[in-house]
């Protein structure tokens, strides 16, 4: 069973252009989730998917951050302006099930996007 | 307060040494509980989840004290492969599947 893919591994980018951040979900889970992890501090929780609706953005840092996950299969995450601070790891996780506890979650191996 | 505290580390062990792991959380209404691994440069992967009565995998246990808001992780007999970073993780006030994460203890366990 193939895992949690995300694409690309890496991005370098200009202050004030766009990236798009893409994950492919494991087959069947209806539940993504984006987090990222700026430099020297803990794993954040970004927004939550289940299918193709989202459950909770919470953790958006601004309206610069769009999610989208058409048709509940793969999702995209865009940063438009990007800004020095977007710079970190950006995983993408899913799971089966949706308000169950102890559900495990499986993550990609994320995007490390470098803002100059 | 951050809502997941962990030492920070790093811990330097020798081989067969056992480790012990602290984490307090400061949601009280939190139900999901785990440990997670991360090597350098990779994703966060479940090592365990963690059990009201106490949970064991081998060489790995996890315990919970709810009243306290604590959790652990021992390992005992450390090899050269446990060298990673520990992170305790729990869920959030958002729901069983929203996850807040601990900033992690390194582990360096050495010949």
């Known amino acids: 069973e193939a895992g949690v893919t995300q694409f690309p591994s890496h991005s370098v980018i200009e202050k004030g252009q766009t990236v798009t951040l893409r994950c492919d979900p494991i087959s069947g889970h209806d539940n993504l989730y984006w987090y990222r992890r700026v430099m020297g501090k803990e794993i954040k929780f970004l927004l939550h998917?289940?299918?193709?609706?989202?459950?909770?953005e919470s953790g958006m840092p601004n309206n610069r951050f769009l999610a989208e996950r058409t048709g509940g299969t793969y999702s995209t995450l865009k940063v438009q302006p990007a800004e020095l601070e977007d710079s970190g790891v950006y995983f993408c996780?899913?799971?089966?099930?949706?308000?169950?506890?102890?559900?495990?979650?499986?993550f990609g191996s994320g995007t490390q996007l470098s803002v100059l | 307060r951050k809502e997941v505290e962990q030492d920070p580390g790093p811990f330097n062990v020798p081989e067969g040494a056992t480790v012990a792991f602290n984490c307090t959380y400061s949601?009280?209404?939190?139900?999901?509980f785990f440990w997670y691994r991360q090597d350098c440069r990779k994703e966060p992967k479940l090592l365990m989840s963690?059990?009201?009565s106490g949970n064991e995998d081998g060489r790995f246990t996890a315990q919970l004290n709810r009243a306290s808001q604590y959790i652990s992780l021992l390992i005992r007999d450390s090899k050269l492969s446990d060298s990673a970073t520990y992170l305790c993780?729990?869920?959030?006030?958002?729901?069983?599947?929203?996850?807040?994460f601990g900033a992690g203890t390194r582990l360096a366990v050495h010949p």
């Open positions: 998917f289940v299918k193709e609706s989202k459950q909770d």
């Open positions: 996780a899913s799971s089966r099930y949706t308000g169950v506890v102890n559900e495990k979650l499986f």
């Open positions: 949601n009280s209404a939190s139900q999901s």
């Open positions: 963690v059990y009201s």
């Open positions: 993780v729990v869920n959030g006030a958002g729901g069983y599947n929203k996850l807040i």
